[in-house]
């Protein structure tokens, strides 16, 4: 069994994993109002209780980023604990991998990733022209889509480009983890590494 949990999207939530299929999915917070930090412990408690996960897991992952600092901070601290207290196999999965998992339909370097996050946080993602992945952090109306991207993957709503011929695709980084799971290397000996942006550069 797998849990994941996204803190990347507006409302995280957990998942649980088992024969490649979503088996449960619960919201951890219900607006934005309430805070990540509150609720976490009190949803994974139901979810053992539930499902008594703590004797079937045998991996985790989570979402690295980009996002909410305070909600990568939070789910990062969890997860590591949880990881480290069970020694499970351990996965992160960010808009790099998504561009990797669907550049075999097209090219990586036309393929955009636009992330919505808690707190009204929003960025894009793309490959660079040196095979780097690079983030912007839109912060009003004023960004303008680069115009090699031809297709965009989107995690909760599409992005309003101002350019009217534009795929623009709904994605689930769950569902890609399950369909790409012969490509991700769960490993105990990875740390979780969240991608906290600032001023579009990644702080370590």
């Known amino acids: 069994m797998l849990l994941f949990l996204d803190v990347v999207l507006p409302l995280p939530e957990f998942s649980l994993i088992e024969e490649n299929k979503i088996i449960f999915t619960k919201k951890i917070t219900k607006n934005h109002k309430e805070k990540l930090s509150d609720h976490i412990f009190e949803i994974f408690i139901d979810i053992e209780n539930k499902f008594n996960i703590l004797n079937k897991l045998k ?59 808690a707190n009204s946080q929003n960025f894009f993602c793309e490959i660079n022209q040196y095979g780097q992945i690079t983030y912007t952090k ?50 105990t000996k990875q740390n979780v590494e969240p991608i906290y942006v600032s001023n579009n550069t990644v702080l370590n």
Do not use: M, W
């Open 59 to 117: 991996k985790v992952a989570i979402t690295a980023g980009p996002g909410s600092y305070t909600s990568l901070r939070v789910g990062s601290s969890f997860i590591s604990g949880l990881k480290i207290s069970r020694d499970l196999k351990f996965f992160q999965i960010t808009p790099s991998d998504i561009i990797k998992f669907k550049s075999n339909s097209l090219s990586e370097k036309r393929i955009g990733i636009y992330i919505q996050s």
């Open 138 to 187: 839109i912060e009003n109306n004023d960004f303008v889509l680069p115009s090699h991207i031809k297709k965009i993957f989107y995690n909760f709503k599409k992005l309003d480009a101002k350019k009217n011929i534009l795929n623009q695709v709904k994605f689930s980084f769950a569902e890609e983890i399950i369909v790409n799971q012969k490509f991700i290397n769960f490993s």
